[in-house]
C-alpha cells in the first residue's frame, strides 16, 4: 500500500462529493494502484453523472439504498480522523497509517456486528 500523498490531485470540485472522489480514483488509477479503476468504476455508477453508460440494476440496487446506521457510524470515524490528523499535521506516512486502519474497521464494522449479533443470540 505505497502511495504518495502528496502529489495531490488538481483542481478538486470539493463541493460535488462525486466529482472529488472520481478525481482521485482516476489520480490512484494513473499511479497504477490496483482496483482504483473499479473503485472509480462505482463511484461513476452512483453519481448518474452524464455521459456514462447506465449502470446494472443489480449495482443501481446496491448503491441506491440507504446509509446504515454502521456506515454511518463510519462516516463519521473517517471525517473525524481526517479532521484530527490535519489538526495535528500528520506527515503523509502517518497519515495513511492512521487512515489504512479506520477504512478496514469501517469497511468490517457492518460484518462485525452481524458476527457480534449471531454470537450474542446462542
Not at 502528496?6 to 482496483?35: C, M
Not at 470515524?77 to 489504512?100: F, G, Y
Amino acid at each position: 500500500m505505497e502511495s504518495r500523498l502528496s502529489s495531490g490531485v488538481s483542481r478538486i470540485a470539493w463541493e460535488s462529493p462525486h466529482r472529488a472522489l472520481l478525481a482521485i480514483a482516476q489520480q490512484l488509477q494513473s499511479e497504477g494502484v490496483p482496483l482504483s479503476e473499479l473503485f472509480g468504476e462505482m463511484i461513476l455508477a452512483s453519481s448518474c453523472v452524464d455521459g456514462t453508460d447506465p449502470p446494472a440494476p443489480a449495482v443501481v440496487e446496491l448503491l441506491s439504498e440507504p446509509m446504515t446506521a454502521a456506515e454511518s457510524v463510519g462516516t463519521l470515524m473517517l471525517a473525524k480522523t481526517a479532521a484530527r490528523a490535519r489538526d495535528a499535521q500528520l506527515d503523509d506516512e502517518a497519515l495513511l497509517r492512521v487512515m489504512a486502519f479506520a477504512s478496514v474497521l469501517v469497511a468490517r464494522f457492518e460484518t462485525y456486528l452481524a458476527e457480534r449479533d449471531a454470537r450474542d443470540r446462542t
